[in-house]
């Protein structure tokens, strides 16, 4: 069997589907490859991927050795599924680092593909010094968009209840390009300020790099975003996540707690 992974969203939504290619792999004995071209062989759908995991949870086992070609297309953003075989998954990535992983885009849709190696993900690149005690990761840009961004109050009640916050913090956030943009971090920044006397750092680069300034830290405040969710799964030293308590009304994103120390935190929807 041969797994084909389909460039579809940005790096986080790379991330999960190779989780979701990797374990087929693992579980079939199959090779993995990126293909930039939809071909028809048999599609693993959302749905499809769902029935798989629930049965895999449950203990049932699905034959799927009867595909000689598979492709994964969708987004297949769960949480038990990965935290169950983490262990797995982690050792597959190290045993595959040179597997190539695609984006459909700098920005959402743009079409300017962006590749990686599995290497990439899991490790730092040599010149890498950006770390942080508590990085707090804030997704405006195309949420703003649509209207899913997490509204600022929700965000300063979250860091009402933090009750302790070194200097050597940072807030991540896509480059500022509004003044709506700007002014909302500055009202993060001036929170920041006044109950914990520090001006806090502003990070914004390139996505590989911000990739790692959220997997390195200590304590790591997410965003509703896949990026930050693969960061803190993948991370070696964060001991505590907060994660946004978004609906659970979509069967399709089922991913809330990418550690087992994770707290989720209201965000009114």
């Not at 709506?180 to 914990?196: A, L, R, T």
């Not at 750092?201 to 997410?222: G, P, Q, V, Y």
Request: aromatic residues 18%; glycine residues 4%.
């Amino acid at each position: 069997m041969i797994v084909h992974f389909f460039p579809r969203g940005r790096l986080g939504n790379a991330i999960f589907r190779y989780f979701a290619c990797s374990l087929f792999c693992m579980k079939y004995e199959a090779t993995y490859q990126i293909i930039f071209y939809m071909i028809d062989y048999h599609n693993i759908s959302d749905s499809t991927f769902i029935e798989w995991m629930n049965g895999d949870l449950q203990g049932y086992n699905y034959d799927m050795s009867s595909h000689d070609n598979i492709v994964f297309a969708d987004f297949y953003q769960h949480d038990k599924i990965y935290k169950k075989y983490k262990g797995e998954l982690i050792q597959y990535m190290k045993q595959h680092s040179e597997d190539i992983i695609a984006t459909d885009g700098i920005f959402p849709g743009d079409g300017n593909l962006q590749k990686f190696f599995i290497k990439d993900i899991l490790y730092e690149p040599d010149n890498y010094s950006k770390n942080y005690d508590t990085v707090i990761h804030i997704r405006l840009d195309d949420h703003v968009q649509h209207g899913l961004y997490i509204k600022i109050e929700y965000i300063l009640m979250l860091l009402e209840k933090i009750t302790d916050m070194s200097a050597n913090s940072c807030i991540l956030v896509d480059v500022l390009r509004t003044d709506f943009e700007k002014e909302f971090i500055q009202k993060v920044v001036d929170f920041v300020y006044d109950k914990f006397g520090f001006y806090i750092t502003i990070e914004s680069n390139d996505i590989l790099t911000d990739f790692h300034i959220m997997k390195n830290a200590k304590t790591l405040i997410c965003s509703t975003s896949t990026l930050s969710w693969t960061a803190a799964f993948l991370s070696d030293t964060i001991e505590k996540c907060y994660f946004p308590d978004h609906s659970d009304s979509n069967p399709f994103c089922s991913f809330k707690s990418p550690i087992d120390n994770t707290e989720l935190y209201y965000i009114g929807f």
